[in-house]
């Protein structure tokens, strides 16, 4: 879960916290005022003292989840689901004192039956639903009675009236459908709007790159006048210092560099064609290795296959980039770098290892972000571009410092990528 998708569920349990907490003042005012008017206005023998002491300290409670509502400290589904259990439980108390399950005010129990099964999993609905029902159940025989309200006893079952069993059968069912459909559409709504929210990001990311993409084009365009400059001069050194090995390899980074901003025309091209072919596995990762030595001639390179089946796939030609990207970091890291590649006809993984200083751990939360980056001199595109291409193909990247107890240090970078046998 991203750290925008977490804000937004902290940020709605505040909310409905919050909200709790208002209808337990609505309902304490409705309690309090029928308090006052059924003990000094039409009294109907109600224990006055004690409702009073319950009313307190549930006010009491309401204030102090007022008050939690307000804290950045993120609330869970358990501390909500505490929340309406103690609502039940006050209410409960209430009702014992005030005619039981006779009292016309038993249906709020709905209340926090509704509320869980808008709010928390299924299985905290029902457990509330069950405490709800529990609490209706015991409150059919264990209760002070309240003459005012008590239903005729003429056609009893029991010593409970066929009315009183008839609002507690409804209850039943109501409460059943409440946890049923109404969490079922709850669920429904949660889940759109975790894709809603997937989908903005995604939208975002693709802004991001169609940003950087229009800024690398233009750059390519630029960089050919100056390459084709140093070319030529290089050319007439070579002609006076052949022998010299760093003109020679002087030469050979300039043609690199020409050969790159080719393939970065090859690449957009192939993009664009719904045609791609399959390939050897090893054959495509030996290519892309190849190319990623002769950039860094003077890198110390360790490279091993392991659990490598003989297959064929399909790659996006822009998968190549992202894995030269993530090797170049590493190999701008330390002069050493080890890569182990292994893969089977599903998933291709791999790991590639440096010994550099290990990564920032001020920014390791935030890296992969655009325009993030632990270098001096980096521009915080590169893991940005190869982690959303890879991404968008079903591939993910991970970055970790090797542990405490390898005294080489360095990074870890695991990239797993999912293999496509077919064009489709």
């Known amino acids: 879960m991203t750290s925008e998708v977490q804000y937004q569920t902290h940020s709605a349990a505040r909310q409905n916290l919050y909200r709790l907490s208002s209808i337990r003042a609505v309902a304490l005012l409705g309690q309090i005022v029928a308090l006052i008017y059924f003990t000094l206005v039409s009294p109907i023998g109600l224990p006055a003292a004690i409702i009073a002491l319950v ?65 928390l999993s299924r299985r905290s609905s029902i457990l509330v639903a069950l405490a709800a029902m529990t609490a209706y159940s015991l409150l059919l025989k264990y209760y002070m009675p309240i003459s005012a309200i008590a239903p005729s006893h003429h056609q009893a079952a029991g010593n409970n009236s066929l009315h009183i069993l008839g609002m507690w059968a409804n209850f039943a069912i109501s409460a059943g459908i409440i946890i049923y459909f109404i969490s079922r559409m709850a669920s429904a709504l949660k889940i759109q709007q975790q894709e809603i929210s997937l989908q903005r990001e995604a939208q975002l990311r693709d802004e991001q790159l169609l940003a950087v993409g229009t800024l690398a084009a233009g750059t390519a365009h630029e960089l050919g006048t100056p390459l084709n400059t140093m070319k030529l001069l290089v050319d007439e050194m070579l002609v006076d210092a052949a022998d010299n090995p760093d003109i020679v390899l002087l030469n050979q980074q300039i043609e690199q560099c020409k050969i790159t901003l080719k393939q970065l025309l090859t690449t957009a091209e192939e993009s664009q064609s719904s045609q791609l072919e399959a390939q050897s596995v090893q054959g495509y990762f030996a ?18 296959y392991t659990n490598c089946a003989d297959n064929h796939a399909i790659f996006h030609p822009t998968i190549a980039q992202s894995i030269l990207n993530l090797l170049n970091n590493a190999a701008d890291a330390s002069k050493t770098v080890e890569v182990e590649l292994s893969w089977n006809r599903d998933t291709a993984r791999v790991d590639i290892r440096d010994y550099g200083l290990g990564l920032d751990s001020e920014k390791i939360e935030t890296l992969g ?46 990239i797993l990528l999912p293999i496509e046998n077919s064009a489709e």
Do not use: C
């Open 287 to 304: 290519t892309v290795l190849e190319r990623w030595q002769l950039m860094r001639p003077t890198l110390n390179a360790h490279i091993r």
């Open 55 to 119: 009313l307190a300290i549930y006010a009491s409670v309401t204030v102090a989840t007022w008050q939690r509502s307000r804290m950045q400290v993120p609330i869970t589904d358990n501390e909500f689901f505490i929340h309406l259990l103690i609502d039940i439980l006050f209410f409960s108390l209430l009702l014992y004192f005030s005619g039981g399950a006779s009292n016309p005010f038993i249906s709020y129990y709905l209340i926090p039956i509704s509320i869980a099964a808008i709010t």
């Open 369 to 414: 972000e655009a325009f993030v980056t632990d270098k001096a001199d980096g521009l915080g595109i590169g893991l940005f571009l190869s982690q959303a291409t890879l991404t968008r193909f079903g591939g993910s990247v991970s970055l970790q410092n090797v542990p405490a107890n390898d005294s080489k240090g360095g990074t870890l970078t695991r």
